[in-house]
């Protein structure tokens, strides 16, 4: 009798079905953090931190990230995506305004400083040049201010959020961000060139370490190289 009753219930009441797992059992993923394309760039790597540069010679993958009216590359700027990564539990400094682009010619070579946001802005609209082209300072990364010229002011505020805006690497953590360098249009040269770290140090102590050198070739032939092949 027992039996039947249990029975009964059971066909009367179903177990209700288990919620779904969630975690990371999920049937989708997140995308791909930046760090883990920047480990697949040529980078150097001592002292804790590691330096990883990506360059766009190719105006239609420029274009796919900054937009078409915010293009560097059709005025011949450069951007370089620069990866910084932290292996320690201190803040590292960067005085970026001593990083440079060396660039290799056939009998001697050229240190090239970034441009700001505003000046890479300033080339777009007037690539023949503009009397009242900005002159202010690089870094910080300047609050920004109207002038006269509104198709500069909307440019650089296109710009503004790829810039490398910080010289401050957290501990354990991960910084990204463009810098543009003008290259007349020669890509080419670019290819052949390094990005050049000299002044960064452990804080608290100012510890300073080894300058670090990255090439632009490998990097930009890394970016260029198809998917994979899944066939045997």
Do not use: C
């Not at 400083?113 to 690089?138: E, T």
């Not at 080419?188 to 140090?201: C, D, G, I, K, R």
């Amino acid at each position: 009798m027992m039996r039947r009753l249990s029975l009964l219930f059971a066909l009367l009441f179903p177990l209700a079905p288990l919620p779904a797992q969630t975690g990371s059992q999920s049937a989708t993923s997140p995308p791909a953090a930046p760090t883990s394309r920047a480990s697949a760039l040529p980078q150097d790597r001592h002292g804790g931190l590691s330096i990883s540069v990506d360059p766009y010679t190719n105006s239609e993958r420029a274009k796919a990230k900054f937009g078409k009216s915010a293009n560097p590359v059709t005025v011949g700027i450069l951007p370089v995506e620069v990866f910084l990564k932290s292996e320690v539990p201190h803040p590292i400094k960067i005085d970026l305004e001593t990083v440079q682009l060396d660039v290799r010619l056939e009998s001697r070579r050229q240190d090239l400083d970034w441009l700001s946001v505003a000046q890479v802005a300033n080339l777009i609209v007037h690539p023949h040049g503009n009397p009242a082209a900005p002159s202010q300072r690089r870094f910080p990364i300047p609050i920004p201010t109207t002038s006269k010229d509104k198709k500069v002011d909307s440019i650089a505020q296109e710009l503004r959020p790829f810039a490398l805006d910080s010289d401050v690497v957290p501990p354990l953590g991960t910084i990204h961000g463009f810098l543009f360098f003008d290259m007349n249009r020669d890509f080419e040269t670019a290819l052949s060139s390094s990005l050049y770290v000299p002044n960064v140090v452990l804080l608290p102590d100012k510890t300073p370490l080894m300058f670090f050198e990255i090439p632009l070739t490998s990097a930009a032939s890394a970016a260029a190289a198809p998917p994979p092949s899944s066939q045997p």
